[in-house]
T-cell receptor, first 110, second 117 residues
Framework: KNEVEQSPQNLTAQEGEFITINCSYS?????LHWLQQHPGGGIVSLFM???GKKKHGRLIATINIQEKHSSLHITASHPRDSAVYIC????????????FGKGTKLTVNP | KAGVTQTPRYLIKTRGQQVTLSCSPI?????VSWYQQTPGQGLQFLFE???????NKGNFPGRFSGRQFSNSRSEMNVSTLELGDSALYLC????????????????FGPGTRLTVT
C-alpha cells in the first residue's frame, strides 16, 4: 500500500463545476504539499500546509491532521484547470523527504 | 526573472552508458532538488543540494549522484544506465532549504526526458 493515496485517479468535469480531489496518507507528517502538472510536464507548486485551510484564487486546500486527509477544491472550474494534481507529504521522523501520491488527472470540458 | 532551466531537454542513451543532466536555478536561489518521474512510480525525490552540500537523499542506488557548484547550478549524473532509468528528471529551486517548515516557494524546471535504449 502506498503511503500517499489520491482519489479519484481520473476526474472529468464540466466547466463551472466544483471539483474535489482527495489525498490520504498513512504516515505521520510535518506538512503536505499540492502540486499541479500541466500536459508537457511543467510543475507548479500550489500549496504547502500543515494545518487548517489555505485559499488562492479559485483553489482551496484543507488538511485534517487527525484524520490524515487533505482535500484540494477548485471552484468554478475552467478548461485551463485541466492538469494532473499531485499530493506530497513531508514524512515525520529522521530526514525530511517528500513522498508523492500518484496524482489525479483532471479534465474540464467546456 | 528567468525561471529554472534544465539542459538538455531530451536525451537518448544506450544501456550501460552514463549521463549528466544540468539544472540552473532561479538567480539568487541556493537550494536545488532533483526528482525522477516515471509512469509506474510517479514522482520520487532524488536529492537536495544547498550551498554546495547534499542535504538530503532519496532511496536511489549509488549510480545516481549529483553536485552543486558555487553559483548554485547543479548537475546530476547517472552511471551504468538501465532501461528503468528512462524517466522525466525534474529539478526545482528555492531561495532557502525547502523543508516542511519552509516558507519558501519551490519552482520547477521543465525537466529532461531521458530515454534509455
Amino acid at each position: 500500500k502506498n503511503e500517499v493515496e489520491q482519489s479519484p485517479q481520473n476526474l472529468t468535469a464540466q466547466e463551472g463545476e466544483f471539483i474535489t480531489i482527495n489525498c490520504s496518507y498513512s504516515v505521520g507528517i510535518s506538512a503536505l504539499h499540492w502540486l499541479q502538472q500541466h500536459p508537457g510536464g511543467g510543475i507548479v507548486s500550489l500549496f504547502m500546509l500543515s494545518s487548517g485551510k489555505k485559499k488562492h484564487g479559485r483553489l482551496i486546500a484543507t488538511i485534517n491532521i487527525q484524520e490524515k486527509h487533505s482535500s484540494l477544491h477548485i471552484t468554478a472550474s475552467h478548461p485551463r484547470d485541466s492538469a494532473v494534481y499531485i499530493c506530497a507529504v513531508f514524512a515525520q521522523g529522521g530526514s525530511e523527504k517528500l513522498v508523492f501520491g500518484k496524482g489525479t488527472k483532471l479534465t474540464v470540458n467546456p | 526573472k528567468a525561471g529554472v532551466t534544465q539542459t538538455p531537454r531530451y536525451l537518448i542513451k544506450t544501456r550501460g552508458q552514463q549521463v549528466t543532466l544540468s539544472c540552473s536555478p532561479i538567480s539568487g536561489h541556493r537550494s536545488v532538488s532533483w526528482y525522477q518521474q516515471t509512469p509506474g512510480q510517479g514522482l520520487q525525490f532524488l536529492f537536495e543540494y544547498f550551498s554546495e552540500t547534499q542535504r538530503n537523499k532519496g532511496n536511489f542506488p549509488g549510480r545516481f549522484s549529483g553536485r552543486q557548484f558555487s553559483n548554485s547550478r547543479s548537475e546530476m549524473n547517472v552511471s551504468t544506465l538501465e532501461l528503468g532509468d528512462s524517466a522525466l528528471y525534474l529539478c526545482a529551486s528555492s531561495f532557502g532549504r525547502w523543508t516542511s517548515g519552509s516558507s519558501y516557494e519551490q519552482y520547477f524546471g521543465p525537466g529532461t526526458r531521458l530515454t534509455v535504449t
